[in-house]
């Protein structure tokens, strides 16, 4: 059994109202004020992810995979994973969120001023919240094949046991546990890139054919022995590096004065560092070099380590992107791709984004980016390299991109 660590797409998986224990209670004493409880997760608690006799897999989650997380980071608990809708947060200590030996316990309080919150409670109480969610990235899981008895005889299947993960928020939800066949199959595909397990993907493609698409993402020139090797040999994935416009993905947010240049100072020189704190990747460019990247928009840490986004530098970004500061001169393409990056982080952390202006526009007018619920992020620093043209971009790249757009992978390299 072979274990790997990376950083995933962001995932989301659901507890059905019958197993989560979801209720209001009255804090003790006469305040009159009340408490949501209830579990977003529960530990070896197998669940299918997709079809596991065709194209699925089992899942659990082993105890203390969100240990780390939760002494670490910041979480909030929303409504429906709308960032727009927060219920509480841990850091404002509305919201406390521990690991017991059920699983992950959610106790959060409630601000009847506020008109969703107490929608909250009425939609609790009539039977409309079916379950629990959380949103995460997989930082560490094991993969194994186990044979289980059918009507039609023993089946072997796979289980993927979730060893760590970094926890986004935590929600209440309306709508049923994995109704979504589409996101089923997106978190499938995600999880066979991370493991750039080609005869994997080549199994589940018969039952369902668009996924035979991924074997472009890990690369299709794998030898016959990789391709017969068991689970536990199999080698990590060698995903198709993204440029230009990078991609989206929600992480933790900070209001703290931002000062540019001294985060790209402390920033090391590593592709996968870079990437991290910018929004942008010259597709011509060293991608391990500083000078190749735009719209840097994440704290740096003193050790190097890319933290938190930062709500200004993502304003600011936008701002450019609009114009300001003699404005970018990104294709089209990109410039919105970045917008989408930027306004994502802003949308987590529960602001409203600029609208992206339509190029040469006049002042109000805007494109249709406007009622995206992603973001970009942008360079604060004031310059911009001299413009490339993207006109004899390989259009295998550009397959490659939207594969991973599709299938809201986050591409990485190793």
Known sequence: MKTLTRTTAEERRRLPLSTAGVAIRAVEGDTGDERFRGYAAKFNSRTAIGNPLRWGFYEEIAPGAFAKTLQEGDARFLVDHDSYHVVSRVTAGTL????????????????MSLSYVSDLKANVRNGNITGMSFGFYVLKDQWSVESIDTSEGPVEVEVRRILEVRLIEVSAVAFPAYEDTEAELASVASALVSRGDQAAIEKRA????????????????????????????????????????????????????????????????????????HAW??????????????????????DGDVGAASTVACTTAIGVLNGARGGTTLAEEDRQAVYKHLARHLK?????????????????????????????????????PAETTRTDQDAIALRMRGLA?????????S
């Open 348 to 384: 987590d952390a529960g602001q409203k984004a600029p609208e992206l202006k339509a190029v040469g526009s006049e002042p109000g007018e805007s494109t249709r980016e406007t009622s995206t619920t992603e973001t970009a992020s942008a360079d604060t620093g004031g310059t911009e």
């Open 281 to 302: 990747a010259d597709p011509d460019g060293d991608a391990a070099a500083k000078a190749s990247y735009r719209f840097i928009h994440h704290f740096v840490g003193v």
């Open 96 to 111: 406390s969120l521990s690991e017991d030996a059920v699983g992950l316990p959610v106790d959060s309080a409630l601000d």
């Open 405 to 413: 757009a599709r299938y809201g992978l986050q591409p990485s390299s």
């Open 206 to 277: 018969k039952f369902r054919p668009e996924l035979r698409d991924l074997l472009q993402l890990v690369g299709s020139d794998a030898s016959d022995q990789a391709a017969e090797a068991a689970p536990a040999e199999r080698a990590p994935a060698v995903v198709v590096e993204e440029r230009g416009g990078l991609a989206v993905h929600s992480t933790d947010t900070s209001d703290a004065t931002w000062d540019g240049p001294a985060n790209s100072s402390d920033l090391p020189a590593e592709e996968s560092a870079l990437r991290q704190a």
